[in-house]
């Protein structure tokens, strides 16, 4: 789980939920696997397999400084709510499914939206074919 800065509510629009979970899935490349992500307003839960290669550490500064270049790119207004550039918290939790029920975890994660009562905007850009009458 990563918490935003200063917990202020960034994840209640549908494309910077989209442009995160676009910049946690580029590391696909470097061997991570990602399973569910849930958006609960201030924060982000994830499943996550990592490579033994890399420490929580290296894992956590690289998810976080990847999301947060990908956000500050595609959405220039978040420049005057983190001008120092700093878009997460420095806290982050951490936990192996082994000790739970990996259902549960994932049932956990999916209903954050309904858990902290959070209504997402969708405002994607839609297409000309979607708009067009049948």
Known sequence: MFVTKCRY???????????????????E????????????????HFLCNVPKKYSIAEVEGMLKSRSARRMFEKHPGFRKRYPRGEFWSGYEHHESTGRKDYAASEEYILG???????????DRQKTLAELAAE
């Open 112 to 122: 954050q939206q309904k858990h902290h009562n959070i209504v997402v905007i969708d």
């Open 9 to 27: 509510n960034c994840f209640l629009k549908q494309s910077h939920i989209d442009t995160c979970t676009g910049a946690f899935k580029e590391l």
């Open 29 to 44: 490349s470097l061997g991570f696997e990602f399973g569910t992500f849930g958006f609960g307003g201030t924060h982000v």
